[in-house]
């Protein structure tokens, strides 16, 4: 069968949460994203938010105050998320202890496999819950 369209990249994904400033101050300051803000294209008296990396970028809806339209069942917590570091994990991994961090599995890093292969990973909770690997 043939697809309609084949995917070349991911462009953004959104989370939901119940904190928007302690979710910008995680991702700032343990995974080193920039928070933009901008208005919306629907209604530009809305100020939207985002966390940019690389070409890529997570949007934030404030749970409760999700933009339409929006997944068929929100909930903050819910994400499982992996990124791809420049830094050795080994080197976050003392960072992450070094900040009081969880790291979960053990405090340790640990062997996995991603979309591009072999992955030595670490794992966090964000403040909402979600999983970031």
């Given at each position: 069968?043939?697809?309609?369209?084949?995917?070349?990249?991911?462009?953004?994904?959104?989370?939901?949460?119940?904190?928007?400033?302690?979710?910008?101050?995680?991702?700032?300051?343990?995974?080193?994203m920039?928070?933009?803000?901008?208005?919306?294209?629907?209604?530009?008296?809305?100020?939207?938010?985002?966390?940019?990396?690389?070409?890529?970028?997570?949007?934030?809806?404030?749970?409760?105050?999700?933009?339409e339209?929006?997944a068929?069942?929100?909930?903050?917590?819910?994400?499982?998320?992996?990124?791809?570091?420049?830094?050795?994990?080994?080197?976050?991994?003392?960072?992450?202890?070094?900040?009081?961090?969880?790291?979960?599995?053990?405090?340790?890093?640990?062997?996995r496999?991603?979309?591009?292969?072999?992955?030595?990973?670490?794992?966090?909770?964000?403040?909402?819950?979600?999983?970031?690997?």
């Amino acid at each position: 069968m043939s697809s309609i369209a084949r995917v070349r990249s991911l462009d953004h994904l959104v989370l939901t949460v119940r904190d928007l400033d302690a979710t910008v101050k995680f991702y700032e300051s343990v995974l080193g994203m920039q928070h933009s803000s901008f208005s919306s294209p629907k209604d530009p008296s809305i100020t939207r938010h985002a966390l940019k990396f690389g070409v890529q970028k997570i949007n934030l809806h404030v749970s409760g105050h999700e933009f339409e339209p929006k997944a068929g069942t929100v909930q903050p917590g819910s994400g499982d998320i992996c990124f791809l570091a420049e830094d050795n994990v080994d080197d976050i991994l003392v960072r992450l202890h070094e900040k009081g961090i969880q790291v979960l599995e053990g405090g340790r890093v640990v062997e996995r496999t991603g979309a591009q292969g072999r992955l030595r990973s670490v794992y966090v909770r964000d403040p909402d819950g979600n999983l970031i690997e």
